[in-house]
């Protein structure tokens, strides 16, 4: 983190940003704050894997439990799968 960044928070790092954040309301604070400009420039691919239906349906109801996303569940575990299997990987 930029140490000449301002924060509400006081926190040392991204976690604890949004540990603050996750028991605080922003109008609490809404006089410490200042109008910001930014653009986001998001580019990502998308592809589609078909799931069996009932596995899709637990899948689906895992992510509404843990309040997610289907797809936000299934890529963190697709990317916990892959490290997994790179560090198991014999080295090429």
């Not at 809404?30 to 998001?42: C, K, L, Y």
């Not at 078909?50 to 596995?55: F, G, N, Q, V, Y």
């Amino acid at each position: 983190m930029s140490e000449n960044k301002s924060s509400i928070s006081q926190a040392q790092s991204y976690r604890e940003i949004g540990e603050f954040w996750d028991t605080h309301d922003v109008t609490e604070y809404w006089g410490a704050t200042e109008a910001v400009e930014f653009e986001v420039d998001i580019q990502s691919e998308v592809r589609y894997c078909a799931l069996e239906s009932t596995l899709a349906h637990k899948v689906s109801e895992i992510a509404w439990q843990r309040g997610v996303s289907v797809e936000t569940l299934v890529n963190l575990w697709v990317r916990d799968k892959v490290a997994e299997e790179l560090v198991q990987a014999p080295a090429t």
